[in-house]
């Protein structure tokens, strides 16, 4: 799995796994989507960059977790019974990202995503790489994966949580 452009799609249909944050819905494709877990305990990596809260035993693999609403520069996940944690593979980096509830898969056409809105764009906003309008329903904000890296990556220079 490389870059986002790299994203196969099936007779142009693309596959967005879905799931709530701060009252959002948005979706990651599903070739990012290792598998999604029930949340756990996670143990604490001590002086681990900020946005990584450590890391969970996953069938023997040691897997670091991000709680996805501080990486987007929101308020931290809160715990319920349908929070998970979203595995994911980017980049041949494997991670997971705690989310408040992941909600279903969404087989679209891959013409239906549109580009975010001009004006977020050009201020420099690039944590939603396409929006899925649904009529009478919310939209859905496809996440671009580079994005979540990079807070990441910026969180663990500046020693702080970085702004999406």
């Given amino acids: 799995m490389g870059r986002e452009g790299d994203i196969e799609l099936d007779d142009g249909r693309v596959n967005l796994a879905c799931f709530l944050l701060g009252g959002n819905v948005y979706a990651i494709e599903v070739p990012y989507l290792r598998e999604i877990v029930h949340c756990q305990a996670v143990t604490p990596l001590p002086k681990a960059p900020t946005l990584i809260e450590g890391v969970i035993d996953l069938r023997g ?12 520069g929101g308020e931290a ?7 998970r944690i979203a595995v994911v593979e980017v980049e041949r980096l494997v991670f997971g990202m705690r989310v408040e509830a992941a909600t279903h898969v969404l087989p679209v056409e891959a013409t239906q995503l549109e580009e975010p ?14 929006v899925l309008r649904r009529p009478e329903d919310v939209p859905v904000l496809v996440l671009s994966m580079d994005h979540v890296l990079e807070t990441i990556y910026r969180s663990a220079l500046s020693g702080t949580e970085a702004t999406p």
Avoid at 61 to 72: C, I, T
Avoid at 77 to 82: A, H, L
Avoid at 120 to 128: E, F, K
């Fill in 61 to 72: 693999a040691v897997v670091p977790v991000v709680d996805l609403g501080r990486v987007l």
């Fill in 77 to 83: 996940v809160k715990q319920g019974d349908r929070a």
């Fill in 117 to 130: 809105p001009a004006l977020a764009t050009q201020s420099g906003y690039d944590a939603v790489r396409a």
